[in-house]
Nanobody, 130 residues
Framework: QVQLVESGGGSVQAGGSLRLSCAVY?????????MGWFRQAPGKEREGVAA????????YYADSVTGRFTISQDNAKNTLYLQMNSLKPEDTAMYYC??????????????????????WGQGTQVTVSS
């Protein structure tokens, strides 16, 4: 059973930066996962922000965050990160990290676009003021 715990959210002015962290517990070693960040603003559907497959391959970003956000992982710390720069008021949302056990050689794109991940964190709030 994978458990995800996000941290690092907060309030920041437009143009500022934040780094979100997601501690991952219960990894199955020698297995592969789709790992991603999603967000949901009040009154809006949950949307994908960034995702990648731990077995290698492409990293996916929403058009709205490309060039500003970077997803990464620290395997030694079992932690997923989302570095967010040049923040805008429209980035205000609850941010969630997510994981899904995926077979070797798999891809995350379809699952990422449908937000179809099995494991989710509780979320961390990001508020960007103008």
């Amino acid at each position: 059973q994978v458990q995800l715990v996000e941290s690092g959210g907060g309030s920041v002015q437009a143009g500022g930066s934040l780094r979100l962290s997601c501690a991952v517990y219960g990894y199955t070693y020698n297995s592969y996962y789709c790992m991603g960040w999603f967000r949901q603003a009040p009154g809006k559907e949950r949307e994908g922000v960034a995702a990648f497959y731990t077995g290698g391959g492409n990293t996916y970003y929403a058009d709205s965050v490309t060039g500003r956000f970077t997803i990464s992982q620290d395997n030694a710390k079992n932690t997923l990160y989302l570095q967010m720069n040049s923040l805008k008021p429209e980035d205000t949302a609850m941010y969630y990290c997510a994981a899904h056990l995926t077979p070797s050689g798999g891809s995350c794109y379809s699952r990422y676009t449908r937000a179809d991940f099995r494991y989710w964190g509780q979320g961390t709030q990001v508020t960007v003021s103008s």
